[in-house]
């Protein structure tokens, strides 16, 4: 009967909405991807259906596919939950998901989630914006960098502010080439978090000059702005309760 395109936050199960995992403790059906958390999964009740729709390089499951799904667990059971890390609408697919539901006649509902756009950094201690210093942030997907890609970088080297990039690790090195040559400092300060809020989360510093050398594997998230400098790192990563990713 309905759809809960569900926002499953950065990692952590305590970073998760009370509304979440309320939808997830009432599921019939629940369809997740690949990085959600083995803790979040155990909200599920047992014998509801668990469909892992992850999207793994070589093995893509068509967008096309998942929405069929959806909509045939619409017809058929009361509470579906399409889980998301991080927020179903920020690189999610959600609003396509939402318009397929639409499309079908299914009743669907959205429920935000902690975006690791935001959290990530935050566990970096890394606030996104910060008084004189950033007064606006972009969230911008590295992904489409390849092939012909349609962010104007040169606009948001000269925009100022932070720029938080997503998907970005495997183009790194053209993307800080792109800021630069739209007018970035080659100095600008760089913090890449890899599997932020989890136990395995990893800060490596850097400039955008540097940025293409560093070691740094995905999941991440890339800050660049005069925040990424700032020292107030609080998260130690080993205190955590969170089972590590295989
Ligand atoms: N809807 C998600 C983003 C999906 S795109 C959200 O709101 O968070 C997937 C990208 O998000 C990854 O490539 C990475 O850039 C980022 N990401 C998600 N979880 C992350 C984590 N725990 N640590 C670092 N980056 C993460």
């Known amino acids: 009967m309905t759809v809960y395109l569900t926002g499953a936050g950065p990692g952590p199960v305590d970073l998760l909405t009370?509304?979440?995992a309320?939808?997830?403790k009432r599921a019939e059906a629940v369809f997740h991807?690949?990085?959600a958390n083995a803790d979040i999964l155990e909200l599920v009740a047992k014998g509801a259906q668990l469909v892992d729709v992850g999207k793994r390089p070589g093995e893509p499951q068509p967008q096309q596919q998942i929405n069929e799904m959806l909509i045939d667990a619409g017809r058929r059971f009361d509470c579906v939950v399409r889980l998301k890390g991080g927020d179903p609408f920020v690189f999610g697919r959600g609003g396509e998901e939402a318009l397929a539901l639409r499309q079908a006649g299914i009743r669907y509902e959205i429920i935000p989630g902690i975006t690791s756009a935001i959290a990530v950094p935050a566990y970096a201690g890394i606030p996104v914006t910060h008084r004189n210093t950033a007064r606006h942030f972009t969230v911008v997907t590295g992904h489409n960098m390849q092939a012909g890609d349609d962010v104007d970088w040169a606009a948001l080297a000269q925009a100022g502010g932070t720029i938080v990039i997503l998907m970005g690790v495997s183009q790194r090195a053209r993307i800080a080439a792109a800021l630069v040559d739209g007018g970035m400092a080659t100095d600008t300060p760089v913090a890449s978090v890899q599997w932020g809020t989890r136990v395995e989360q990893k800060t490596v510093r850097t400039t955008l000059s540097s940025l293409g050398a560093v070691d740094i594997?995905?999941?991440a998230v890339i800050v660049v702005g005069n925040v990424a400098?700032?020292?107030?790192?609080w998260?130690?990563?080993?205190?955590t309760g969170t089972t590590p990713q295989s």
């Open 22 to 24: 309320d939808v997830l």
């Open 217 to 219: 594997a995905p999941p």
């Open 18 to 20: 009370l509304r979440a």
């Open 33 to 35: 991807d690949r990085l």
């Open 229 to 233: 400098a700032l020292d107030l790192e």
């Open 235 to 239: 998260f130690d990563p080993a205190s």
